[in-house]
């Protein structure tokens, strides 16, 4: 069984950055896809970008195209969310995803594996 372990989460002001992490490890780790999702209080979880587990297509939610950027190193089996130009509406809980049946647009399957997430939190 595939675990996630995230980190990067905190408190950053409007317009700062912050760097999320989320390493993966056991089962087939290495061919699942990778990425993130996340929820605000009061709201449902929703995609924000993933990675298929080869080739170089990445996916993102339109809420945050052109200030976040995913990228994963397979030898490390880590994803990272680099998350730039942050806004208070991105406060939310940010959970890694692992999906072992791949990735092909911004939403993930029922076997999805999730980690405990990390909160973000974006001050004005």
């Known amino acids: 069984q595939v675990q996630l372990a995230e980190s990067g989460g905190g408190l950053v002001q409007a317009g700062g950055s912050l760097r999320l992490s989320c390493a993966a490890s056991g089962g087939t780790a290495s061919s699942y896809a990778m990425g993130w999702s996340r929820q605000a209080v009061g709201k449902e979880r929703e995609f924000v970008a993933g990675?298929?587990?080869?080739?170089?297509?990445?996916y993102y939610a339109d809420s945050v195209k052109g200030r976040f950027t995913i990228s994963r190193d397979h030898a490390k089996n880590t994803v990272y969310l680099q998350m730039n130009n942050l806004k208070v509406e991105d406060t939310a809980v940010y959970y890694c995803?692992?999906?072992?049946?791949?990735?092909?647009?911004?939403?993930?399957?029922?076997?999805?594996?999730w980690g405990q997430g990390t909160q973000v939190t974006v001050s004005s």
């Open positions: 995803a692992a999906d072992p049946l791949g990735l092909f647009s911004t939403s993930w399957s029922r076997g999805t594996v």
């Open positions: 990675v298929p587990w080869r080739g170089s297509s990445t």
